[in-house]
């Protein structure tokens, strides 16, 4: 069974410009979650989606950040525009749903910003 | 305060020795679950081992077990056998009350494993 893929793996761009990750869950996962990690860091939860409807994006900083998941399965996170302070790394994970369910991870996009 | 601990920046272990990774909590929550994840280098996060509260068993996957002590609120992964594979970025995680799935994390453990 294929894991979540995300593209791209890494990514390096100027301050100001934009940039969007894609997202492409398990098979069957209807929850979808996007992370974001900085250096030396545990992943922090940026939004949340359960199919299509994004049920929890209190973390998302909104002036800047966007996400999509308009078929329920894949996803799109996009940053406009970026930060020097946006260079992490963004996890996107997926889960069966439900609050029993573990969560499985992506490898990952690693984001530069200079 | 924070809610997951993990007070061990890193750890090195020798090849084939156990290793515990410790992990402290803070809820006041009855109902939670803890997790433990593997980051290798490669960044992607591998779901180790699960333990609910109210589990009465220590839980158990292979060479990974959670020794959970709930009075003292730690969850400490136990790795044993060492390998060299297991060299990594290791982070316990805790899903608080029983109607959310979002997982707060550590800050992370690297473990050493050396020949």
């Known amino acids: 069974e294929a894991g979540v893929v995300q593209s791209p793996r890494y990514k390096i761009i100027e301050k100001k410009q934009p940039v969007a990750f894609w997202c492409n869950p398990i098979s069957g996962h209807n929850t979808l979650y996007w992370y974001l990690q900085n250096l030396g860091q545990g992943p922090e939860l940026l939004i949340r989606y359960e199919n299509e409807e994004a049920v929890d994006d209190s973390q998302l900083p909104k002036d800047r950040f966007s996400a999509e998941r308009l078929k329920g399965v894949d996803s799109t996170l996009k940053i406009q525009p970026a930060e020097l302070g946006d260079s992490a790394v963004y996890l996107c994970?997926?889960?069966?749903?439900?609050?029993?369910?573990?969560?499985?991870f992506g490898p990952g996009t690693r984001l530069l910003v200079l | 305060a924070q809610k997951i601990t993990q007070t061990q920046p890193g750890m090195f272990v020798q090849e084939k020795e156990a290793v515990t990774l410790d992990c402290t909590y803070d809820t006041s929550d009855q109902s939670y679950g803890l997790f433990w994840y593997k980051q290798p280098s490669s960044g992607e996060m591998i779901f180790l081992i699960y333990q609910g509260s109210y589990d009465e068993q220590n839980a158990t996957e292979g060479r990974y077990s959670l020794n959970f002590q709930k009075a003292r609120k730690s969850a400490n992964l136990v790795i044993s056998a060492s390998q060299l594979g297991d060299s990594a970025m290791y982070f316990c995680?805790?899903?608080?009350?029983?109607?959310?799935?979002?997982?707060?994390f550590g800050t992370g453990t690297r473990l050493q494993v050396f020949p």
């Open positions: 994970a997926s889960s069966l749903g439900g609050s029993a369910e573990t969560q499985y």
């Open positions: 995680a805790m899903r608080e009350g029983h109607n959310t799935d979002k997982l707060i």
